[in-house]
């Protein structure tokens, strides 16, 4: 199987929401629609501009099988240190167990480690717990905190 990761472009768009829509939780909160909603063109349009935030794929031949966002924070703490978030973890249904989430994980931790980052986050959905926190701590991920969220 040769997956290759790369920085997203606009062109594939459509297939990222795909996957973000696909998912379980996703199917509840993502529009995946023809014409897709400018609100996805103007979040890739921010993301893409900014220079500390990334959005990775895994693509198969032409066809985008996984993503994931990283963003890279410089924080006062730990010495004026910088950290990478990870987010929106997904690989398409029919390729998950088989490796394209971890060949993501592993490109942005390389990402993060040429960035300088001291440390690597990330949040999972406790519905996952199951299947994401073992799969996060098979890299080393390990549940230190306690993460909290305020819907808006």
């Not at 935030?53 to 031949?61: T, V």
Request: glycine share 8%.
């Amino acid at each position: 199987m040769d997956i290759l990761v790369r920085t997203a472009t606009a062109a594939e768009l459509t297939q990222m929401v795909a996957l973000l829509a696909e998912d379980v939780l996703g199917k509840t909160r993502e529009r995946y629609e023809n014409p897709l909603p400018d609100s996805y063109k103007r979040a890739f349009q921010a993301i893409d501009a900014d220079p500390n935030n990334e959005l990775l794929i895994a693509c198969q031949g032409e066809e985008v099988v996984g993503v994931l966002q990283i963003t890279f924070t410089p924080f006062l703490t730990h010495q004026g240190g910088w950290r990478a978030s990870i987010e929106g973890v997904r690989a398409k249904a029919s390729m998950r167990g088989k490796g394209v989430g971890s060949i993501l994980i592993k490109a942005a931790v390389e990402r993060a480690k040429a960035r300088g980052c001291h440390l690597v986050q990330l949040t999972m959905d406790k519905q996952r717990a199951d299947t994401a926190l073992p799969f996060y701590r098979t890299f080393g991920f390990q549940a230190t905190h306690e993460g909290l969220k305020l819907k808006l």
